[in-house]
C-alpha cells in the first residue's frame, strides 16, 4: 500500500511544478485556453491522488478498524470517509 502513497506524492509534486508554470503563465497574459488545459491537468493530478490516497486508507487503517471490534472507532473512521466524500463531491 506504500506504493499508493509514493505515486500519490509524485502526482502532488507534479500539480505543484504544474502550478508554478500556470501563475507564470497568468502573470505572463499567455492565452487563456493554454492556461485552462494547465488547469486540467492539475486537476486530474490531485483527484488520481485523492484515489489513491482513499484506497490506501480503505485497505489499511480502515480495515484495521473493522477487525479491531471497536464500535467507536469503526463509526468515526466511517464518519470520516463520509466527510471527505462529501468535499470531494462538492
Known amino acids: 500500500m506504500e506504493n499508493k502513497r509514493q505515486k500519490s506524492l509524485i502526482n502532488f509534486k507534479k500539480a505543484q511544478s504544474l502550478l508554478k508554470r500556470?501563475?507564470?503563465?497568468?502573470?505572463?497574459g499567455e492565452y487563456c485556453i493554454d492556461i485552462m488545459q494547465q488547469n486540467l491537468a492539475v486537476i486530474g493530478l490531485l483527484r488520481s491522488s485523492h484515489q489513491m490516497l482513499m484506497e490506501n486508507h480503505l485497505n489499511t487503517?480502515?480495515?484495521?478498524?473493522?477487525?479491531?471490534?471497536?464500535?467507536?472507532?469503526?463509526?468515526?473512521?466511517?464518519?470520516?470517509?463520509?466527510?471527505?466524500?462529501?468535499?470531494?463531491?462538492?
Open 61 to 90: 487503517c480502515f480495515k484495521k478498524a473493522l477487525v479491531s471490534k471497536n464500535k467507536s472507532k469503526q463509526q468515526e473512521m466511517t464518519q470520516e470517509i463520509l466527510t471527505v466524500s462529501k468535499l470531494f463531491n462538492k
Open 22 to 28: 500556470i501563475i507564470s503563465m497568468v502573470e505572463n
